[in-house]
């Protein structure tokens, strides 16, 4: 598991039971396409982009995505979910290099 | 950038237009670019051959005119109930000329809530950006939106 | 013959300025669209780096504060004054060279100025006083006077291959008019208040920058040699743009072309 910083927004911050939120997973990655020069090396910079992500909410996968290296680099990925209960959420991906990641926020509905 | 061409692009800066024109036509015009097969291969790959159509029911928001290629806004909503019966099964987002036309697909499911998807992707030029979405009842729908991509600015 | 001919070209070159500000000025739904993903700027994720590594090297709020000899209560507004006249390192100094100082206090290798750890923690420095007013204080002694003139001095002082100053592009009148298919912004407090905006993220870097490395930026593009971040008059620059955007309130980190 790498250490890279990311985040998991919700909105809004307090909701209920049955509320749909947004959800964002944002990550500090490069998102190279492995068509573009370093400008100092002159060397091809290769590819290394996210390609698939994953939604789980309580051990339920609500979203899956295949990803390609056309998303901006430090990408985000946003969406709406239904909330249904307090537990967590674990969104996960996997770069073409192999990379795995992994971020868990807890989910606590108020009523 | 070389001194002539930045007086160059003085003179351009006035010169162009920007006007943008939502359009569905790029399937049938002439190619512009390899990629240009590319796009409708990679639509037609999706929906199996199917015909997707336009709808209203698809809001695809991305700027007019983007400050810049390596961050553009891309946000797809569908207008569905997303229930069991009814919901979007898929958002596709293309970009019809980078050299990879694909960008993400968003495999949905009712416990999503709301059928929508929100990102920023990399353009290389001006071009149109396709949001291709799969319906539970095996339809597709589709929209297409022109982005102007400027390239300048100093530093 | 040669100064004759740098006033020259930069008159041509502002003569050329086209003022197609309505072609390439933002589309209201166009810019709705930018502020928007201000709600999942990228800068985020470096301010939390930024975060880490100020309770890492510095003691957290909590250090920074006792460095300053101020309440955590009080750090907020006091940050928003930057940048300050501090006695012990006797000059006008910036966040990101305090931060220097409280690393070095605590026995640790500083990070550079210009390096990528100094804007994310400085950015997360900066965003402690967020929603504050920027209340830097020009006329607090001699030496903030001294620095004021000379980033004002700095600013209009016409220098490179071009014969340009910050203000041959920058000026009240010539905000608005398009250069390199960009409008150009005002800096100021009517305008995009810059000072109250950075450090931001730069989508065309892809990266958290701060004000000064802008500046550098900017040179760079305009043909002037570039300034040293951290350098007096780098420093005096950042106090007069700063000056420039007194009571804006602070929001950082921003998200720019």
Redesign the interface.
């Known amino acids: 598991m790498d250490k890279r910083k990311s985040l998991i927004k919700i909105k809004p911050k307090k909701f209920k039971n049955g509320e749909v939120v947004k959800v964002s997973f944002m990550v500090m990655h490069p998102m190279a396409t492995g068509m573009s020069k370093d400008k100092k090396t002159k060397k091809i910079i290769p590819a290394k982009y996210i390609n698939s992500v994953k939604f789980v909410y309580n051990g339920q996968e609500i979203t899956n995505m295949t990803v390609w290296a056309t998303l901006s680099t430090n990408p985000v990925f946003t969406t709406y979910m239904k909330i249904n209960g307090k537990g967590k959420l674990t969104v996960t991906y996997t770069d073409n290099t192999g990379e795995v990641h992994e971020k868990t926020k807890k989910i606590k509905p108020k009523g | ?1 070389k001194r002539r061409d ?2 160059k ?3 351009v ?2 010169a ?3 006007t943008v024109t939502p359009t569905m036509s790029f399937a049938k015009s002439k190619p512009v670019s390899k990629n240009h097969i590319t796009i409708a291969a990679s639509i037609d790959a999706v929906t199996g051959g199917k015909k997707p159509k336009t709808s209203s029911k698809v809001k695809l ?5 983007a ?2 290629g ?4 891309v ?1 797809v909503t569908v207008d569905s109930p997303m229930t069991d019966s009814d919901y979007v099964k898929a958002i596709h987002i293309f ?1 019809s000329k ?3 036309a ?21 353009l290389g030029g001006t071009q149109e950006v396709v949001a291709l979405v799969a319906l539970s009842n095996g339809e597709f729908l589709i929209a297409s939106q022109s982005v102007k991509v ?6 | 013959m040669k100064t004759g001919i740098k006033i020259a070209l930069s008159l041509a070159m502002l003569s050329s300025l086209s003022f197609g500000g309505e072609q390439f000025a933002m589309s209201d739904a166009d810019r709705a669209m930018y502020a928007e993903m201000l709600e999942n700027n990228p800068a985020d994720l470096m301010v939390a780096n930024g975060e880490d590594l100020l309770a890492e090297y510095c003691g957290g709020d909590e250090g920074l504060a006792k460095f300053l000899k101020v309440s955590e209560d009080d750090l907020p507004a006091y940050i928003a004054g930057f940048p300050r006249y501090l006695p012990e390192f006797k000059q006008v100094v910036g966040l990101d060279q305090v931060l220097q100082g409280l690393m070095h206090k605590n026995g640790h290798k500083v990070f550079k100025l210009k390096s990528s750890d100094m804007f994310d923690m400085s950015a997360y420095a900066k965003s402690l006083a967020n929603d504050e007013k920027s209340n830097i204080d020009i006329n607090a002694n001699k030496q903030m006077k001294a620095a004021y003139a000379l980033g004002k001095q700095t600013y209009m002082t016409a220098r490179g291959g071009r014969g340009l100053s910050c203000n041959s592009c920058h000026s009240e009148d010539i905000v608005g008019r398009v250069l390199r298919t960009q409008p150009l912004p005002d800096l100021g407090k009517n305008g995009v208040a810059v000072a109250a905006t950075w450090p931001a993220y730069r989508m065309t870097k892809s990266s958290l920058r701060t004000l000064q490395r802008r500046f550098q930026g900017c040179m760079k593009n305009a043909l002037l040699k570039v300034i040293p971040i951290g350098s007096p008059e780098m420093v005096a620059l950042e106090v007069y743009l700063t000056s420039e955007a007194k009571g804006t309130p602070i929001a950082v980190p921003g998200l720019k072309r």
Not at chain 2, 61 to 65: D, F, G, N, Y
Not at chain 2, 70 to 73: E, I, K, R
């Open positions: 950038m930045f007086f692009k003085l003179g800066a006035a162009v237009a920007a928001k991305v700027p007019e005119i400050e810049n390596a961050v553009v806004p946000t970009a980078n050299s990879n694909r960008a993400i697909d968003v495999n949905l499911t009712p416990a999503n809530g709301k059928a929508m998807f929100s990102t920023r992707i990399k400027t390239i300048g600015g100093c530093g």
